[in-house]
């Protein structure tokens, strides 16, 4: 970001705010004086508490001059069929807005502007101080949600950087990249699985810190110096889930009519995924917190669809649009302020791509889900679980972060190289041939998994086989020789039968019963996870008529 900065509008240019305002509200002039040394893009807050209303808008290339009445004293100027007057000239720039929102009644600044009508929030090479910070916040009162909540929550992590030199001020630090991590990693199930497919859900009881971990995965990747925020590294987003979400708009954003203008209304998640694009050798970390609370194959529809038209070309992944080039175009053409409320209005390389393919799934988004399994509100259905790779967070450690002082929160020495996620095999066949002794073991296993299954909706299919070839391929590199790690195989293998297999299962008695018995006496002396899994399964069913993975 640029620019950022207030027009606090004082009693005595009311005429002049009305004057300038375009009857449609969808832009408004002002005095180039105030903008003499800003560039187009830069981001303002008008805030006019005599009328409540609040303007975020974008500066645009476009000017104008008035006409100077003496009779009135005003200066005049036509514009889109409409008269525009102000008392001062001679020459206006005109302001995109790009969100309106009320001041509440009892909203005030907590550091005043006094007499003068512009302060600046946040430019390259400010001197920050507390009463930046003061009207930052007093503006997250107004612009409590959506693209200017974020703007301002960022210029606000900025100037809070700059006001506290030397903590945290990471980017003096000497730092390292690793290539590969160890078998032993504590990380290491969740990072695997990240690398054979980029969506995931933890599950497990409120409180195992499961958001918590993938915060922890952003900031162990974030390889980026200037994503590495003060409070939050900036490849990490949190979306809480809402009860209420039955469709795509609260995620993808939605078409409206303005005044008799077509305009798209952008969302975090759409944000956060051009973002991803600008940064795409970084890790990107989307946090859907409590992801069930609603229907998941309702409001991610699209992005469950879009996960399986990845392709690979030439090194590069490639996918369907979430919003389609004959959309952007159409956008674009009808809306001066479309670029700038994504944030692209400085960036003609991805404007170029948008235009040409849509927004695509960018190649570093990893989207990680959580749940809680004691307050399901909404069950999962095949469709998303036979996209996601699920782990079970259901260890607690009543000792963890007492006996040694232990900080996940923050950038380290060593950073997890970009590579090590976001190269992957394009496929199973890839995965087999890398060892094909090893994956003919793999395929022994499967085919008497599925003799088990065969004949229930919950056997293996091809995207299941190829998965669990790809995240042994992918742990065999690090795993090195089976004495050091004893059967490393055996190990991966039960972690993919609860990661793709044994969260399908559910039902009643006559519906899986003969599974779970059959599958027990498989696993059983080979896969010590999955075997305890479905004796809790078992006991589940005995006792309650009916089970399911996804209870407690």
């Not at 600044?109 to 400010?126: F, H, M, T, V, Y």
Request: proline fraction near 4%; include cysteine; hydrophobic fraction near 35%.
């Amino acid at each position: 970001m640029e620019h950022s900065g207030i027009i606090d509008i004082k009693n005595n240019m009311l005429p002049n705010y009305s004057g300038l305002l375009s009857a449609d509200k969808q832009y408004i002039f002002w005095n180039q004086k105030r903008f003499s040394r800003d560039k187009p893009g830069a981001r303002f807050y008008f805030i006019n508490r005599w009328k409540g209303e609040a303007l975020r808008v974008v500066l645009s290339e476009e000017k104008v001059s008035g006409k100077y009445d003496k009779g009135s004293d005003i200066w005049r100027f036509h514009y889109n069929n409409q008269v525009h007057s102000s008392s001062i000239g001679p020459d206006f720039v005109r302001l995109d807005i790009l969100e309106r929102r009320r001041v509440p009644e009892e909203w005030k600044w907590q550091a005043p502007l006094g007499r003068s009508q512009r302060a600046d929030i946040w430019k390259p090479g400010i001197k920050p101080d507390n009463k930046r910070i003061l009207r930052t916040d007093d503006l997250m009162k107004i612009f409590n949600n959506g693209q200017g909540h974020d703007e301002l929550k960022y210029c606000r992590m900025l100037l809070q950087e700059k006001l506290s030199p030397g903590e945290g001020n990471f980017s003096e630090k000497k730092t390292s990249l690793l290539s590969n991590i160890s078998f032993q990693d504590a990380q290491r199930k969740v990072l695997m699985a990240i690398k054979t497919k980029p969506f995931l859900i933890l599950a497990g009881v409120s409180g195992t810190g499961k958001s918590r971990l993938v915060r922890t995965l952003a900031y162990r990747t974030c390889t980026e110096k200037s994503l590495r925020y003060k409070h939050c590294p900036g490849n990490f987003e949190l979306l809480k889930v809402k009860s209420n979400w039955h469709d795509s708009t609260e995620l993808l954003g939605h078409p409206t009519q303005l005044g008799g203008i077509l305009k798209y209304v952008s969302s975090a998640f759409i944000r956060f995924l051009i973002k991803a694009w600008k940064y795409k050798d970084v890790p990107f970390f989307l946090c859907l917190d409590e992801m069930n609370l609603a229907p998941v194959e309702r409001y991610f529809a699209e992005y469950l669809s879009l996960l399986e038209t990845r392709r690979y070309d030439n090194d590069s992944m490639n996918s369907d649009a979430f919003i389609s080039k004959e959309d952007i175009r159409r956008y674009a053409e009808a809306d001066n302020a479309f670029w700038s409320q994504l944030e692209l209005d400085t960036d003609p390389v991805l404007r170029r791509q948008f235009l040409k393919y849509g927004i695509t799934l960018p190649p570093n988004l990893i989207v990680i889900g959580t749940v809680n399994m004691d307050e399901t509100t909404h069950t999962f259905s095949r469709k998303v679980l036979d996209r996601a790779m699920t782990i079970e967070m259901d260890i607690v450690d009543m000792e963890d972060g007492l006996l040694e002082y232990s900080q996940s929160w923050e950038y380290p020495s060593e950073f997890i190289a970009p590579g090590f996620l976001l190269d992957r095999l394009p496929g199973g066949y890839d995965a087999y041939h890398k060892n094909v002794t090893v994956g003919k073991r793999i395929i022994d296993e499967l085919k008497a998994i599925n003799e088990v299954l065969e004949h229930s909706p919950f056997r293996i299919a091809y995207r299941v086989r190829d998965e669990i070839l790809a995240y042994c391929a992918y742990n065999a590199e690090i795993a090195g020789s089976s004495e050091q790690h004893g059967d490393w195989l055996n190990t991966c293998l039960d972690e993919m039968l609860l990661m793709k297999i044994l969260s399908r299962i559910e039902g009643s008695e006559a519906k899986c019963g003969e599974i779970i018995k059959k599958l027990m006496q498989k696993v059983y002396n080979k896969f010590p996870g999955s075997y305890g899994k479905l004796e809790k399964m078992q006991w589940r069913l005995n006792n309650w008529g009916y089970t399911s993975y996804w209870q407690s």
